[in-house]
């Protein structure tokens, strides 16, 4: 790849050994490759460079990701560059709460997950208008489906692809908190008991977090678990339906009426 072809990130981490296996690894994959090891540092380098996408850890010592992008960012909490950010998943709600990425991962990252991260989002913002990049194509609803039973996950997958709506799927409860920040789907359905964060306590954090809180969420649960639909849809729970099934055709319906308006 010739030097005036290659995309320009810069990487803000201040472990000097994840720094340099990164930077080398973004290398060897055709990209050029500035770093910083502070949020001030990271700043001083926007000085002289736009990049086309800002690499982040969130936990540093000094103003820290959090104030890196409080710096680069509008008064609607919009950083001015895309951005992928690196935290550890449990400070997750604490530092999305307000703050519009590009996109999320997890330390400790597999190289490979933010490589694909990296070319979605230059990808995604390398047209003439990134706004419209990151909408679903061709108008479609875009719906995250939280269900860990495989078969389960494929028919429910197939019944809402084949009804016209685009479908992100995810096995576990946090990991629908880090797409539902990032992506912004029209609609949630999760599943009441999943590994790592139950489905009401995956709703009641989206709730809570004013990028999220106003994605309807249906919760589902076939297991005839004895709570009360009112339990579970009222107050601040978040749920917007509770529905005592996971089947194709009744969750297909219930997406559709939430989503009529």
Do not use: H, W
Request: charged residues 30%; contains cysteine; negative net charge.
């Amino acid at each position: 790849m010739e030097s005036r072809d290659k995309k320009t990130i810069l990487l803000i981490d201040d472990d000097a050994s994840l720094l340099v296996t990164l930077s080398d690894f973004l290398k060897f994959e055709g990209y050029q490759v500035l770093t910083a090891d502070s949020g001030e540092q990271g700043l001083k380098r926007l000085e002289k460079v736009t990049p086309d996408l800002i690499i982040l850890d969130m936990s540093m010592p000094g103003m820290g990701g959090v104030g890196f992008l409080r710096e680069v960012s509008s008064s609607e909490g919009k950083p001015k560059y895309p951005v992928l950010v690196l935290t550890a998943r449990a400070n997750m709600a604490e530092f999305f709460a307000n703050v519009d990425v590009d996109g999320f991962v997890a330390k400790p990252c597999d190289p490979e997950d933010l490589l694909m991260e990296v070319g979605r989002i230059i990808f995604l913002r390398s047209g003439d208008d990134p706004v419209s990049a990151s909408k679903p194509r061709l108008g479609k609803k875009k719906v995250l489906l939280g269900e860990d039973d495989r078969m389960v996950n494929e028919n429910l997958v197939l019944a809402f692809t084949d009804a016209g709506y685009s479908v992100e799927t995810v096995f576990k409860g946090p990991e629908i908190l880090e797409k539902a920040i990032v992506q912004k789907p029209d609609a949630i359905i999760v599943k009441l008991v999943l590994a790592g964060m139950n489905g009401d306590s995956v709703a009641g954090m989206l709730k809570e977090m004013p990028n999220t809180k106003d994605i309807p969420v249906i919760l589902s649960d076939d297991t005839g678990a004895k709570v009360t639909d009112a339990k579970m849809t009222g107050g601040r729970s978040g749920v917007k339906k509770f529905v005592r099934s996971n089947n194709s055709v009744t969750l297909l319906a219930t997406i559709k009426e939430v989503l009529k308006g």
